[in-house]
């Protein structure tokens, strides 16, 4: 199988390419250090597979599987990463990711994974799955939009004014959010959102 590896840190990078490429079945044909360039590489060599990093200069990981998608390319996903949030992962899957895996993964378990996505399966990190299980993100896209334009600094009248909502509206949207999130205020509601990736 030919795969593209795309992953910001030169060293590793070099070291996952050269270990993969020791396998009888796997020829890594690009590397890539940023997500514009990983996309680029997809679109000239044609891979069977990208093993991606999340977050990338230019466009991040997830950025790339929604425009492999969106394309309807062949290349099929793997995410290695370090961040182990749920709200990433459920973008990766509505993004068509077909594999999620921790970069600290023996590289055997690497190419096991590589074998299983490119038959067609799903490859994912059994501790990711049963913590994404247990951490499924509480808040609707309502309110990931809301906390967002919290995030941003704009008061409930400015907030109001761009989702055409009323004032008081957007009091009580707050508020569940603080109740969802266990939050004692908006700061700790955006800590709290964006150490869990609630906010992508």
């Not at 840190?9 to 044909?29: F, P, Y």
């Not at 950025?63 to 990766?92: H, N, P, W």
């Not at 995030?151 to 909502?165: N, V, W």
Request: charged share 25%; net charge negative; glycine share 8%.
């Amino acid at each position: 199988m030919r795969v593209v590896v795309a992953e910001d840190q030169g060293m590793l990078r070099g070291a996952l390419s050269a270990l993969l490429d020791l396998e009888d079945d796997i020829e890594v044909v690009g590397q890539a250090a940023n997500g514009e360039q990983a996309l680029e590489m997809i679109q000239a060599l044609q891979p069977d597979l990208c093993i991606m990093d999340i977050e990338m200069p230019k466009l991040t990981g997830l950025d790339v599987a929604d425009k492999i998608k969106e394309a309807k390319m062949t290349c099929r996903v793997v995410i290695l990463t370090t961040f182990s949030r749920s709200g990433y992962f459920q973008r990766a899957m509505k993004a068509g990711v077909h594999g999620y895996l921790l970069k600290d993964a023996p590289i055997q378990e690497l190419s096991e994974a590589l074998r299983k996505v490119e038959g067609g399966g799903r490859a994912i990190s059994p501790e990711l799955a049963l913590q994404f299980w247990e951490a499924e993100n509480p808040l609707t896209s309502r309110e990931q939009d809301i906390l967002k334009l919290i995030a941003q600094g704009l008061s409930a009248g400015e907030m109001a004014k761009q989702l055409f909502l009323s004032s008081g509206t957007i009091r009580n949207y707050v508020s569940e959010i603080l109740q969802k999130l266990d939050a004692k205020n908006r700061i700790d509601a955006i800590a709290i959102a964006e150490k869990n990736g609630w906010l992508q």
